[in-house]
């Protein structure tokens, strides 16, 4: 895989990541927790066997599972983008690995912590427990989806370890519905699994992908929040960016194109979305994907998260009206792999949910699009003449 040279680089002086080992947490919180699994206090998920290795921005190691996973799917995704999981989940299926799909997950209520500050502590942890110990109980390793989930999770994981008379409070909830006090060992972003399994998944491509050029969003939510425990790579910009989906683009033969606010928010950010949509709207286009398009000139753009990938890909009609520049695709790093390892583009990746025009990337990449169109009309027939309720995995891979 080659390597994206600081040279390269776009990036404003005050924003690089240093990733300098004085500036780490002085303690480890994964200790902490088998610190106090030792104390009898609650019960920590090991990462099951096999597992990689992976760095982080300070060099610590981070387990990341290969099979044996439990889907925490993200309700934005299933909702809005249902592509996306079902993306991820293909990617473990062609790979021959265990995962579950589970249908005992509720939300981690993301959304009421971030955007309406109106739950509290006790509620929030609980939630994320009851979570984890439904995998726990299910014999499956938690891999989450959303990356709101996953830099939520690691805010509950710090006040869980760090406040005693929470803990306390959490196990009696946890006792009323019947579960032990879990937590896992790592949490683990679906993209970081991606990343570690990015070369296996690249010799499985049938499409050639080299004539296409990629931007990459990367989440807030996945690198801004407890930075510590996100992946980084020397050999992916000489590690001072996640490399998680740069990586993945890059190990599949496509070209990055770089540009000058990849470190900005999508313009989601919670409460933007909620009460000033047309904030949400102006930044992703104009921030975004006008600066992407004027100085990379992208085929598509990749993301990590829900609220980025809805954004950035469901605010550009809004601003067409005015002539910004716009038009680029926005798919997930988990639906840019599939796609390149020819997943069925409607009956998988369900790109049609997505809102700009995704048919040039399409044909890019050499998939025949109005053939497969044809075929999943035809699965919406069958389904209309009752012969069957949904697709089944069956469909997907051998229809």
Same mark, same amino acid.
Request: with cysteine; glycine share 8%.
């Given at each position: 895989?080659?390597?994206?040279?600081?040279?390269?680089?776009?990036?404003?002086?005050?924003?690089?990541?240093?990733?300098?080992?004085?500036?780490?947490?002085?303690?480890?919180?994964?200790?902490?927790?088998?610190?106090?699994?030792?104390?009898?206090?609650?019960?920590?998920?090991?990462?099951?066997?096999?597992?990689?290795?992976?760095?982080?921005?300070?060099?610590?190691?981070?387990?990341?599972?290969?099979?044996?996973?439990?889907?925490?799917?993200?309700?934005?995704?299933?909702?809005?983008?249902?592509?996306?999981?079902?993306?991820?989940?293909?990617?473990?299926?062609?790979?021959?690995?265990?995962?579950?799909?589970?249908?005992?997950?509720?939300?981690?209520?993301?959304?009421?912590?971030?955007?309406?500050?109106?739950?509290?502590?006790?509620?929030?942890?609980?939630? !994320?427990? +009851? #979570?984890?110990? @439904? &995998?726990? /109980?299910?014999?499956?390793?938690?891999? =989450?989806?959303?990356?709101?989930?996953?830099?939520?999770?690691?805010?509950?994981?710090?006040?869980?370890?760090?406040?005693?008379?929470?803990?306390?409070?959490?196990?009696?909830?946890?006792?009323?519905?019947?579960?032990?006090?879990?937590?896992?060992?790592?949490?683990?972003?679906?993209?970081?699994?991606?990343? !570690?399994? +990015? #070369?296996?998944? @690249? &010799?499985? /491509?049938?499409?050639?992908?080299?004539? =296409?050029?990629?931007?990459?969003?990367?989440?807030?939510?996945?690198?801004?929040?407890?930075?510590?425990?996100?992946?980084?790579?020397?050999?992916?910009?000489?590690?001072?960016?996640?490399?998680?989906?740069?990586?993945?683009?890059?190990?599949?033969?496509?070209?990055?194109?770089?540009?000058?606010?990849?470190?900005?928010?999508?313009?989601?950010?919670?409460?933007?979305?909620?009460?000033?949509?047309?904030?949400?709207?102006?930044?992703?286009?104009?921030?975004?994907?006008?600066?992407?398009?004027?100085?990379?000139?992208?085929?598509?753009?990749?993301?990590?998260?829900?609220?980025?990938?809805?954004?950035?890909?469901?605010?550009?009609?809004?601003?067409?009206?005015?002539?910004?520049?716009?038009?680029?695709?926005?798919?997930?790093?988990?639906?840019?792999?599939?796609?390149?390892?020819?997943?069925?583009?409607?009956?998988?990746?369900?790109?049609?949910?997505?809102?700009?025009?995704?048919?040039?990337?399409?044909?890019?990449?050499?998939?025949?699009?109005?053939?497969?169109?044809?075929?999943?009309?035809?699965?919406?027939?069958?389904?209309?003449?009752?012969?069957?309720?949904?697709?089944?995995?069956?469909?997907?891979?051998?229809?």
């Amino acid at each position: 895989m080659n390597p994206v040279r600081t040279e390269d680089l776009v990036v404003s002086r005050n924003r690089r990541h240093h990733r300098d080992p004085a500036l780490a947490p002085t303690t480890d919180i994964r200790e902490e927790l088998l610190e106090l699994e030792h104390k009898g206090e609650l019960i920590v998920h090991r990462v099951p066997d096999p597992h990689v290795l992976v760095g982080t921005k300070y060099g610590r190691q981070k387990k990341i599972p290969m099979g044996n996973v439990w889907h925490h799917k993200s309700c934005g995704q299933c909702g809005h983008i249902p592509g996306y999981p079902t993306s991820i989940i293909w990617l473990h299926k062609m790979l021959g690995l265990d995962s579950y799909d589970p249908t005992n997950q509720t939300s981690c209520t993301g959304w009421n912590y971030y955007a309406s500050a109106t739950s509290n502590s006790l509620a929030q942890v609980s939630v !994320a427990c +009851r #979570n984890f110990a @439904a &995998a726990y /109980k299910d014999g499956f390793y938690p891999l =989450i989806h959303c990356g709101t989930s996953f830099g939520h999770y690691k805010d509950v994981r710090e006040e869980l370890v760090t406040q005693p008379e929470l803990r306390r409070e959490v196990r009696k909830v946890m006792e009323k519905l019947g579960y032990p006090l879990v937590f896992p060992e790592e949490i683990v972003h679906y993209s970081e699994w991606v990343y !570690a399994v +990015r #070369n296996k998944l @690249a &010799a499985l /491509k049938v499409h050639d992908v080299s004539g =296409i050029t990629a931007c990459v969003h990367p989440a807030c939510h996945y690198h801004k929040l407890i930075p510590e425990d996100v992946v980084y790579d020397d050999e992916i910009y000489n590690g001072e960016r996640t490399a998680v989906i740069t990586g993945l683009a890059l190990a599949f033969g496509a070209k990055v194109g770089d540009y000058s606010t990849w470190y900005d928010c999508c313009g989601f950010g919670f409460r933007h979305i909620l009460v000033s949509r047309d904030f949400t709207r102006s930044f992703a286009a104009r921030r975004k994907i006008e600066v992407m398009i004027n100085e990379a000139n992208p085929d598509v753009v990749l993301a990590q998260d829900t609220g980025c990938v809805t954004s950035l890909d469901k605010s550009q009609f809004a601003v067409k009206p005015h002539g910004v520049k716009v038009g680029v695709p926005v798919i997930s790093d988990a639906q840019f792999a599939a796609l390149a390892m020819g997943a069925h583009p409607f009956r998988v990746v369900q790109i049609h949910w997505h809102a700009t025009d995704w048919r040039p990337l399409l044909e890019k990449m050499g998939i025949d699009w109005q053939s497969a169109w044809e075929e999943f009309q035809e699965d919406l027939e069958r389904i209309k003449r009752g012969e069957i309720k949904h697709l089944e995995w069956g469909d997907v891979f051998n229809g």
